[in-house]
């Protein structure tokens, strides 16, 4: 079973930013998309945005222009970039693996929280 790792959380003030990393524990020799969410207490957890094992990254209305979503294939780690951060972007964030045939997984989710 594969399993995800999430780094990069914490607290930053309004305007600043991060980067979240995401780590598989394995290589995924088949075809695979990762993918980053987000969830505050109360909602539903929400895409933002996704990028396959060959680069092609869509983004959901809610980080296109502001996140930045990239990868190395090689270390099966993806990333996103978070810059003007708003105290409305606190929340979990979670990556998930898509892979095979219906296969997938779930990082423990990673805290970011925008407060000054």
């Known amino acids: 079973q594969v399993q995800l790792v999430e780094s990069g959380g914490g607290l930053v003030q309004p305007g600043g930013s991060l980067k979240l990393s995401c780590a598989a524990s394995?290589?995924?020799?088949?075809?695979?998309?990762m993918s980053w969410y987000r969830q505050t207490p109360g909602k539903e957890r929400e895409l933002l945005g996704s990028i396959s094992r060959f680069g092609y990254v869509n983004y959901q209305d809610s980080a296109k222009g502001r996140f930045t979503i990239s990868g190395d294939d090689t270390k099966m780690t993806i990333f996103l970039d978070m810059p003007s951060l708003t105290p409305e972007d606190t929340a979990v964030y979670y990556c998930?693996?898509?892979?095979?045939?219906?296969?997938?997984?779930w990082g423990q989710g990673t805290q970011v929280t925008v407060s000054s």
């Open positions: 998930r693996l898509n892979y095979g045939s219906g296969s997938e997984a």
């Open positions: 394995e290589r995924i020799s088949s075809f695979y998309v």
